[in-house]
Each structure stands twice: as C-alpha cells, then as structure tokens.
C-alpha cells in the first residue's frame, strides 16, 4: 500500500542556517507532494506543494525538490528564523487519490 | 467563515460510549478526508469521500468507527463503545477533486476518553 516515510523526526538548527527534511515515498503513480506547518495546538497548513511535473519549486526562503526515479522530496528552509519553528509533514498523492502524510520533523530553530 | 469547520472542538466522554464528530467542507470541495492524530505524529489516514461515495477505508479501522457524506456536503464520524485508545485529534480535510489540489482542514476534535 501506499506508505510516505519522513526523516529526520527531530531537526534543530541555529537562527540564520538551512534546514532540510527528507521524504520518500512508495507509489510510483503519486503525482501531489505537500508539505505542512502544524504548529502547537493549531491545524496543519500548506506551505508549498510540489506536482510530478516539474523538478523543483521555490517560494522565497522554501524550496521543495522532487526525484521522481528515487521517489523521494525534500523540504528546504533557507535563512531559518525562530517563528519557522513547528511540526513540519510531507504528503503525497498516490493512485487511490488518498492523501498519506508522513510522521513529522520537529523542526527548532535556535535563536 | 469559508473554511472547514469541525464540532464539537472538545469531547470527554466515557469508555463505552458513542459519539458522532461533524464536519462541513469549504462549500465546493468534494473530497473529504478524515484524520486522526496523536501527539507527535502524523495525521493517519482514517477515510475519504469524493462526494457522497465513501473510497477507502483504512484497514487499521476498528468496525466501531463509521463514517458518512449523504449528501456529498458534511460528514459525519462516529465511534462506537468507545475506548480510551481512542483519544486523539480528530482532523477533517478537505480538496477539490481535479489536479490534486491543496486540502484544507479543520481545527480538529480533540476526544478524551476516561
């Protein structure tokens, strides 16, 4: 079945440095890669979605890329700043049209 | 407000008891998605909609949990004879069907039972 695995579970960076979350994923015919801010006690929320179109998305300091052959995306924080800390999920789409979300990094950036 | 909205927010009940989460969509969205989540972890699937046709359920749900969307609008989710174990975050999203677009949730039904 279908099956998203997210790493690392615990992330902590220092204010101003990149940080980077590691996805993969088991569908070969998932075709919508989101990812989501949950932050403490409040509702997951989109940050930036990738389709399996393109290789690459950027929305100022995120980024998301997507290898397609390894099946795997990453979530990339350019410039980390203290309110970037949250729960942070990826998500992908596979042939049933269910959303699977992986477990969740703990990101924490350190002022 | 236009998002998905969930009731109740909070739910204490005791073990053995039923109870029934409601959760209206964004008005033209017709996929519904129900989660749960427990502290720490990722929202686990528990089903979906794509309007009123229930697609798939999860395999690890118990018979005690239902769901519906009769008439492709709000859900409904409920848990029979409830068990402590059962305590979590209920989460409800929502989409439009074409292009796998964005889901948008719910703030979520946090159970408790005791």
């Known amino acids: 079945g279908e099956n998203v695995e997210q790493h690392p579970s615990t992330l902590s960076v220092q204010e101003g440095d990149s940080a980077v979350i590691k996805c993969t994923y088991s569908d070969s015919a998932s075709n919508y890669f989101p990812w989501y801010k949950q932050e403490l006690g409040k509702r997951p929320q989109l940050i930036i979605d990738?389709?399996?179109?393109?290789g690459e998305k950027k929305d100022q300091r995120i980024a998301v890329t997507l290898n397609k052959t390894a099946k795997h995306f990453s979530l990339h924080i350019t410039e980390t700043q203290p309110e970037d800390s949250a729960v942070y999920f990826c998500?992908?789409?596979?042939?049933?049209?269910?959303?699977?979300f992986g477990s969740g990094t703990r990101l924490l950036v350190r002022p | 407000d236009t998002g998905v909205s969930q009731d109740p927010r909070h739910k204490i009940t005791k073990r053995g008891q039923n109870v029934t989460f409601r959760c209206d969509p964004i008005?033209?969205?017709?996929?519904l998605y129900w989660y749960r989540q427990t502290l720490g972890q990722g929202p686990e699937f528990l089903t979906y909609?794509?309007?009123?046709?229930?697609?798939?359920k999860s395999r690890l749900l118990s018979d005690r949990f239902s769901a519906e969307r009769p008439k492709g609008s709000f859900s409904t989710l409920e848990i029979q004879r409830t068990e402590q174990g059962d305590s979590a975050m209920y989460l409800c999203?929502?989409?439009?069907?074409?292009?796998?677009?964005?889901?948008?949730f719910g703030q979520g039904t946090r159970l408790t039972v005791v």
């Open positions: 998500a992908a789409i596979g042939s049933s049209y269910k959303l699977i």
């Open positions: 990738i389709r399996s179109n393109v």
């Open positions: 909609f794509q309007n009123e046709a229930q697609l798939e």
């Open positions: 999203a929502s989409s439009l069907q074409a292009q796998n677009t964005e889901a948008f």
């Open positions: 008005s033209e969205h017709n996929r």
